[in-house]
């Protein structure tokens, strides 16, 4: 079955500890990103890899890192989370846009 | 004029009637277009692809209207199931799934 995974799907943390989520896929997709969306504003781009070792900064990367090492994952990194980094983040595989199930982040 | 906007609603359908939901792009290079369902915190999913000649899937009908810049999607003999967000999206950059911008959606209510 074709899946994107997220993990955590919840995190309550403070502010300053780093964090990860992590993606997966299992569709061999070369296109992956993130996503965080927020009342108001919407769905906005963080990052986005377009292959192995290939990265970009999307719409809002400020406070984010990235890394994709290999294909089928695509970690999402706080070195130093914030409050205003308190969202709702979708990993997402494919150019067709398969969406991970999302991660409910809150910063403290 | 925001890239990709729509009216965030709700509407408030009764159900079995016909509803109709637009959304404007300010980039005229872009193309690609898009219509997603999102539930109530779940994730988007792709409904349908909006090509230049129009296209039906079921009960749902999406067009393209390039000279003005808008998308639309028809949902006819609505169900209480259809109850969800809908997200316009457009590729920003005429080309790539890196370039998508997300409409921040139209909420609609189908109602018994």
């Known amino acids: 079955e074709a899946q994107v995974t997220q993990n955590p799907r919840y995190l309550i943390t403070v502010t300053g500890k780093k964090l990860t989520v992590t993606c997966s896929q299992n569709?061999?997709?070369?296109?992956m990103s993130w996503y965080r969306q927020d009342p108001g504003l919407g769905l906005r781009q963080i990052y986005y890899?377009?292959?192995?070792?290939?990265?970009d900064k999307g719409d809002v990367p400020e406070g984010y890192k990235v890394s994709r090492k290999e294909k089928r994952n695509f970690p999402l990194i706080l070195e130093s989370p914030s409050p205003n980094q308190t969202s709702l983040y979708f990993c997402?595989?494919?150019?067709?846009?398969?969406f991970g199930p999302g991660t409910r982040l809150t910063v403290t | 004029r925001k890239e990709v906007e729509q009216d965030p609603g709700p509407f408030n359908v009764p159900e079995g009637a016909t509803v109709a939901f637009n959304c404007t792009y300010s980039n005229s290079a872009s193309q690609s277009f898009f219509w997603y369902r999102q539930d109530c915190r779940k994730e988007p999913k792709l409904l349908m692809s909006?090509?230049?000649s129009g296209n039906e899937d079921g009960r749902f009908t999406a067009q393209l209207n390039r000279a003005s810049q808008y998308i639309s999607l028809l949902i006819r003999d609505s169900k209480l199931s259809d109850s969800a967000t809908y997200l316009c999206v457009v590729n920003k950059r005429g080309g790539g799934a890196d370039g998508l911008t997300f409409g921040k959606g139209t909420h609609l209510i189908i109602q018994p």
């Open positions: 997402v595989s494919g150019y067709e846009q398969y």
């Open positions: 569709m061999n997709h070369e296109y």
């Open positions: 909006v090509y230049s």
């Open positions: 890899s377009m292959n192995v070792e290939v990265t």
